[in-house]
């Protein structure tokens, strides 16, 4: 072990896990996080951040942020660091800019941001959210189209295209259909997928399993929190009510390649919460 990983591990109190072996076993689970969940520590500097997450046995990363640069750097900077603590880039978030009229948005120099996306080796460009200005059963109804376009492109460089949920998404829309239902009725199977958050379509009361059921093959990408109990709060993957072990038992039919672990807030140190999360996935084989 490298002096540097001692210490980061040491401090995050991780000697002991290692010890036992837990880093062969992550070996043998790929891991994954959305790069949101550390955003201060990303904000505060992204080489630290990004090695912290290499030595807890992270490989694989979502970002978010990108609007022109990611995080500052230019596309070659970036790939660097990428390379130099082997981590890869699988998926990145990205907003319509139907408001917020931003570089690399959906609406703004998307083309430039696939070719981005393509050079660092990305395989997924998500997008990741609607404000809610942008809220409307007419920016609803544009969504299918502006899908659709924005797949093409991502098509032409190798990458798919896909779409986050929330839990606005499964409020009703007209004739009893939600907003979610509405977009996977209303789109190619082929060219936009879903990234299924597991807290926010569970904390909305509705089962994955229903539209695995009913979507076969649409979900490559999971988002994977749980919630607590009685306040419905974030919390470390294990701590709450989520049934996982069902969940995950359907994945084939979801049509599953990727999850990220995520965790937008909590009340610890949030590479405890992380150190939480990993331990039960990796005490668990049917993640």
């Given at each position: ?72 750097k230019s596309r070659t900077e970036f790939q660097t660091i ?78 798919q295209f896909a779409y986050h949920n929330h839990d606005f ?119």
């Amino acid at each position: 072990m490298q002096r540097k990983d001692f210490i980061t591990l040491s401090s995050l109190g991780f000697l002991g896990l290692y010890s036992c072996g837990i880093s062969k076993i992550s070996s043998k689970k790929s891991l994954a996080i959305q790069l949101y969940t550390i955003r201060d520590a990303v904000s505060d500097n992204l080489e630290k951040a990004l090695e912290t997450l290499a030595a807890l046995g992270f490989s694989e990363l979502e970002i978010y942020g990108y609007n022109g640069t990611f995080f500052g750097k230019s596309r070659t900077e970036f790939q660097t660091i990428l390379k130099q603590t082997g981590l890869k880039v699988i998926s990145s978030h990205h907003t319509t800019g139907i408001i917020h009229k931003d570089r690399g948005t959906l609406l703004y120099s998307w083309e430039k941001a696939v070719e981005d996306l393509h050079f660092i080796g990305a395989e997924y460009m998500v997008c990741s959210y609607l404000f809610p200005e942008e809220r409307t059963v007419e920016n609803y109804k544009k969504l299918p189209e502006l899908f659709k376009k924005c797949g093409e492109a991502t098509q032409k460089a190798g990458i798919q295209f896909a779409y986050h949920n929330h839990d606005f998404e499964f409020e009703k829309l007209e004739d009893d259909k939600n907003v979610y239902d509405f977009i996977l009725e209303n789109t190619s199977s082929e060219l936009v997928k879903m990234e299924l958050d597991l807290y926010w379509i569970s904390k909305a009361g509705l089962d994955p399993l229903v539209y695995f059921e009913k979507y076969p093959g649409r979900f490559p990408l999971w988002h994977v929190k749980d919630m607590k109990a009685g306040t419905k709060d974030f919390t470390e993957i294990g701590n709450g009510t989520i049934d996982f072990k069902k969940i995950f038992g359907t994945k084939e039919k979801a049509g599953l390649q990727y999850w990220f672990l995520e965790q937008d807030s909590s009340d610890k140190d949030i590479f405890e919460s992380i150190r939480i999360s990993k331990k039960y996935i990796l005490e668990n084989n049917f993640f």
